[in-house]
């Protein structure tokens, strides 16, 4: 079973830093763009940031640009979101995503992902 596993959610005082994971199991994810994305109560999924398969390139929203660092360890399977400064208004539910996709493009819209974690909360406190 393909399947992501987030990890590293909690709850934080705003100026304060987490570190999110996600763990693929079940096939090799290395050669594909990986995302991160977030969703707060009655909003829609917002991309945050993304990666190619060898690290090349990131892209990020403006939103989280100079306070989050997408990286991923091919060797393990797993993605890291590495949030610091965080903001009461980065309080949501938190997914990585695979896109199997072999562009090698930095993919922005939950559409063009495939498989996606169940997410974990992070709650930012003022």
């Known amino acids: 079973q393909v399947q992501l596993v987030e990890s590293g959610g909690g709850l934080v005082q705003a100026g304060g830093s987490l570190r999110l994971s996600c763990t693929g199991s079940?096939?090799?994810?290395?050669?594909?763009?990986m995302g991160w994305f977030r969703q707060a109560p009655g909003k829609q999924r917002d991309f945050i940031a993304t990666?190619?398969?060898?690290?090349?390139?990131?892209y990020y929203a403006d939103s989280v640009k100079g306070r989050f660092t997408i990286s991923r360890d091919n060797a393990k399977n797993t993605a890291y979101l590495q949030m610091n400064s965080l903001k009461p208004e980065d309080t949501a539910v938190y997914y990585c995503?695979?896109?199997?996709?072999?562009?090698?493009?930095?993919?922005?819209?939950?559409?063009?992902?495939?498989?996606w974690g169940q997410g974990t909360q992070v709650t930012v406190s003022s």
């Open positions: 995503a695979v896109s199997y996709s072999l562009s090698n493009r930095l993919l922005t819209t939950p559409g063009e992902y495939n498989i």
């Open positions: 079940g096939r090799t994810f290395s050669t594909y763009t």
């Open positions: 990666i190619t398969w060898n690290s090349g390139r990131t």
